[in-house]
């Protein structure tokens, strides 16, 4: 289980995230809601050691990971798929793949994770051998998720997976999270996309300037009239 | 003819010394971002290393570069430990500041051991190869076949092993690296380490044939950086055909000009780089 208790980020004079507590529970789908700037990045990023807490705890199975370096944080079972991807453009897409396996370098769990990986997303098997960076968006977002889970993480965090995405590749990568989570692995999730990611979900959380302002539920928060208003159009 | 096959084979044996010497010098600028200036004075001391386990300790030519290369490796990962390292959030003119700090550190100890003048170290490798026509020594044939086995080694060390790969995907993505578990700090170190071992293998090899004394690495150091310009900084191709093309270049004018032109033809071929293309001739997007 992750939890954050309370913690505030920031960068130079000003916070970014002011007091924010969150819980993501084992195995399950959850997802931050919030507009462009409310401090979903800063988020995940502080989770996974990109940035560092000012105040506030984060235990993950109940070890405090706020002081941990991002490459600890990736062996301890939190992998983290960034905004903006960050793939080894040059680099094929399966040493992309292979290089997830960095934390464990275990020969029979990485072939065993590949094939997995491979299954969920099919089209990366023809793509095998071409250079990531030559891919399409939503080609380039499997790679990510891929490269992610081939630490043989227990959480999967995922920062926009559809950002800039055509719809129907929007639709197939979330039908790809929520088979993930399926698969046992618990998915923390930012989407702005509040319908699509709710329906896959069991726990939400909206976050507004650096604060959690609702926090509930996943059908629950479908049926939320202030959610409603904000993020579905209704 | 002749004089050409002869001239081709000195600048083919010149290239592989400078591609040993420049990969390092390139793979540092890709993973740490900064030129280390520095680079010359590695060379110096490996040459010196390399030297003392020869002559005075007194081990066959071949171990002595050995273990000359494993200790430069050990002295380039504390050089990034002790140096590089707590500077790695400061702007970029103190990393240049302190790689020329060490540069002196590194001339100072040299001629505190070894004394400020020059030194012959012996060929332990005689005689010579007729190829073409051509009378080539055996000392440039080591050369040409070590740095051929070296890059080969090294390229399946970067391509292939896990471990080498991560120098790579630090150079293409810093973020994307520490998010699959890669330690920027280790890869750092062993990038610093490697171009130490690299380029002392360079010297023990090229020491035979030149002379040793503690400023030896200046004027290497000038042309490892136009190669590693023209190729393009970072890029591992363009450090290996940037060698052989500025060697070449050298070794031809200073056979058909006069040898002060082939000691200006790097800069002649820099100054020319930068002012057409200053990305170099195998550009790779620099990211900061």
Avoid at chain 1, 122 to 146: F, H, N, R, T, Y
Avoid at chain 2, 92 to 106: E, L, P, R, V
Avoid at chain 2, 166 to 186: C, K
Wanted: one cysteine or more; a neutral charge.
């Amino acid at each position: 289980m992750l939890s954050l208790e309370n913690i505030s980020v920031g960068y130079d004079a000003t916070d970014v995230l002011h007091g924010v507590s969150i819980t993501a529970r084992p195995g399950e789908l959850t997802v931050i809601l919030g507009a462009n700037g409310s401090g979903k990045t800063t988020l995940f990023k502080t989770i996974s050691g990109l940035l560092r807490t000012r105040s506030g705890t984060i235990e993950y199975d109940g070890q405090t990971i706020q002081r941990t370096r991002p490459n600890s944080i990736v062996k301890r079972g939190i992998a983290h798929c960034p905004e903006g991807r960050h793939l080894f453009g040059k680099m094929s897409v399966e040493k992309n793949l292979r290089l997830g396996t960095y934390p464990h370098r275990d020969r029979t769990r990485t072939e065993e994770i590949l094939d997995e990986v491979l299954e969920l997303f099919p089209i990366l098997k023809e793509k095998s051998a071409q250079p990531a960076g030559s891919l399409s968006g939503g080609q380039q977002q499997m790679v990510a998720i891929g490269r992610a889970l081939m630490s043989d993480p227990s959480l999967l965090i995922l920062d926009e997976p559809s950002m800039g995405l055509a719809p129907l590749v929007v639709e197939q990568v979330l039908e790809s999270i929520a088979q993930i989570n399926r698969n046992g692995i618990g998915v923390l999730l930012s989407e702005q996309n509040a319908k699509a990611s709710l329906a896959i979900a069991h726990r939400g959380y909206v976050l507004a300037e650096g604060r959690v302002v609702l926090a509930d539920d996943a059908d629950k928060l479908l049926d939320n009239p202030q959610v409603q208003a904000a993020y579905l159009g209704l | 003819m002749t004089l050409f096959t002869q001239q081709l084979f000195n600048g083919v044996a010149l290239g592989g010394v400078y591609c040993l010497a420049a990969i390092g010098l390139t793979l540092v600028f890709g993973v740490l971002r900064i030129p280390n200036l520095a680079h010359g004075s590695l060379y110096m001391l490996g040459a010196y290393v390399t030297y003392f386990f020869l002559t005075t300790v007194g081990v066959p030519y071949v171990a002595a570069i050995g273990i000359a290369a494993l200790i430069l490796f050990v002295l380039g990962v504390l050089l990034e430990r002790l140096v590089f390292h707590p500077l790695r959030n400061s702007p970029h003119t103190h990393h240049m500041i302190a790689a020329i700090g060490a540069m002196f550190f590194f001339q100072a100890v040299a001629q505190a051991i070894w004394g400020a003048d020059f030194r012959r170290m012996e060929t332990p490798i005689s005689g010579s190869v007729h190829i073409l026509g051509a009378e080539i020594s055996a000392q440039r044939i080591v050369i040409i076949v070590t740095a051929v086995v070296v890059l080969s080694l090294l390229t399946w060390f970067i391509k292939r092993s896990i471990h080498g790969q991560t120098i790579e995907a630090i150079e293409q993505d810093r973020t994307g690296a520490a998010l699959v578990g890669i330690n920027p700090a280790m890869v750092s170190m062993l990038t610093l380490g490697l171009s130490a071992l690299l380029v002392t293998i360079a010297a023990g090899l090229v020491s035979p044939i030149n002379l040793l004394s503690p400023t030896m690495g200046d004027s290497l150091n000038l042309k490892v950086f136009a190669i590693i310009i023209l190729g393009g900084l970072g890029s591992l191709p363009g450090a290996i055909v940037g060698s052989f093309a500025l060697a070449i270049a050298e070794t031809m004018t200073s056979t058909y000009i006069s040898s002060a032109v082939g000691e200006a033809v790097a800069f002649i071929v820099l100054v020319a780089v930068l002012a057409i293309k200053p990305t170099g001739l195998f550009a790779k997007a620099v990211q900061r």
